[in-house]
């Protein structure tokens, strides 16, 4: 491995948070297999992808566009890497992101996901796509209030060369645990709404490193985890701050 990357230490890290995953699933009485993992290899260089594709982790998540798409230009050896973009997503970004993930978790109206489906290159498969709730009730944060989680999601659901997989959330940061669960539980119940209104989403994308033990107790599909993978993110300092 090139140097910036201690390989045993993002190996530990990785196993750590599989155990903590299928731990979690065990006490909730699911199946971990239920449960995908996202890296998220933010501010971290293309090394730290190499290495979780050499332990076998295969879907990548990012916030930015550009740091991203330089990301997947130097990764482009490795098989079957799927890009996750986590991040709010610019009006003036949506045809790249359109052209160069797999995934979008962060739809949060109808205009940029108008975007992506106009810009979404007739040779690739649909984008999948999540819409983006705000549980946590933060001004600062982004995402739909969870009232409009269900008519967003079906306008979505309606656009050509968009799959509407579910819904994403981020829980307020605190270590009270009723708290966690109480957000997470917000976005199981829209998440809920969308199915028993007849949408075939799959997705519900929540629980981070801080986390993900109470998303995964609500339901999470999918954890998207950062931190607790490739150690703390230093190099933030030029970067708009993610929500
Ligand atoms: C950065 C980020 C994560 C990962 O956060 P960690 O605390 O490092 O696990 C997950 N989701 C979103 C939307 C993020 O911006």
């Given at each position: 491995m090139p140097c910036g990357v201690d390989y045993d230490l993002l190996r530990e890290g990785w196993l750590a948070v599989k155990a903590r995953i299928e731990r979690a699933a065990m006490a909730a009485g699911?199946?971990?297999?239920?449960i995908a993992l996202l890296a998220v290899?933010?501010?971290?260089?293309p090394e730290a992808v190499r290495a979780g594709h050499a332990l076998g982790q295969r879907a990548f998540g990012e916030n930015y566009v550009r740091e991203a798409a330089a990301k997947m230009d130097v990764t482009?050896?490795?098989?079957g890497l799927q890009w996750h973009l986590i991040g709010p997503l610019q009006g003036n970004k949506a045809k790249e992101a359109a052209a160069r993930?797999?995934?979008?978790?962060?739809?949060?109206r109808l205009r940029i996901g108008e975007r992506l489906s106009r810009s979404r290159?007739?040779?690739?498969?649909p984008l999948e796509v999540c819409v983006q709730v705000?549980?946590?009730?933060?001004?600062s944060k982004s995402g739909v209030p969870p009232e409009e989680a269900l008519p967003l999601a079906q306008a979505i659901a309606q656009l050509p060369r968009l799959r509407l997989r579910g819904l994403m959330g981020i829980a307020e940061p605190t270590a009270d645990v009723s708290r966690q669960r109480a957000q997470f539980g917000i976005l199981r119940r829209c998440f809920d709404g969308c199915r028993t209104a007849g949408l075939p989403v799959d997705t519900l994308s929540m629980g981070m490193s801080a986390d993900l033990e109470a998303a995964i107790a609500e339901g999470a599909t999918l954890v998207r985890v950062g931190s607790a993978i490739f150690g703390r993110r230093r190099n933030a300092g030029h970067l708009p701050e993610p929500d």
């Open positions: 699911r199946d971990p297999g239920g290899s933010k501010t971290f260089g482009a050896d490795l098989a993930f797999a995934w979008v978790h962060t739809i949060d290159p007739a040779e690739l498969p705000n549980i946590s009730g933060e001004a």
